[in-house]
């Protein structure tokens, strides 16, 4: 049974930072491209940011660039979300989601598998 599980949610100030965590397990974790997605209340699932199985090759939303940090321990089976300089914009539920990929970051028809999601409320 495949397991995708976040966390490090919870309240920041602006300009503040959180690193989010995600830990798969039931899956061969250095096969699977792994994304970042939010979704804040009343609005669609937007997409993040995202890396390949390596964690090589990253890609980003415009309304993060700069400021989060994609990455991955593969020994660890996670992925991770640094989020630095938090804004109130930045309030959503952080879901991850992975799908089978190489050297590519995977779209959102790809994704296989989801978390449960983690709350992220910046105050301003």
């Known amino acids: 049974q495949v397991q995708l599980v976040e966390s490090g949610g919870g309240l920041a100030q602006a300009g503040g930072s959180l690193r989010l965590s995600c830990v798969a397990s039931?899956?061969?974790?250095?096969?699977?491209?792994m994304n970042w997605y939010r979704q804040a209340p009343g609005k669609d699932r937007e997409f993040v940011a995202g890396?390949?199985?390596?964690?090589?090759?990253?890609r980003y939303a415009d309304s993060v660039k700069g400021r989060f940090t994609i990455s991955r321990d593969n020994a660890k089976n996670a992925v991770y979300l640094q989020m630095n300089r938090l804004k109130p914009e930045d309030t959503a539920v952080y879901y991850c989601?992975?799908?089978?990929?190489?050297?590519?970051?995977?779209?959102?028809?790809?994704?296989?598998?989801w978390g449960q999601g983690t709350q992220v409320t910046v105050s301003s």
């Open positions: 989601g992975g799908g089978p990929t190489s050297w590519t970051v995977i779209d959102g028809d790809s994704i296989q598998y």
């Open positions: 039931g899956l061969t974790f250095s096969t699977y491209g």
């Open positions: 890396c390949d199985w390596s964690g090589i090759v990253t």
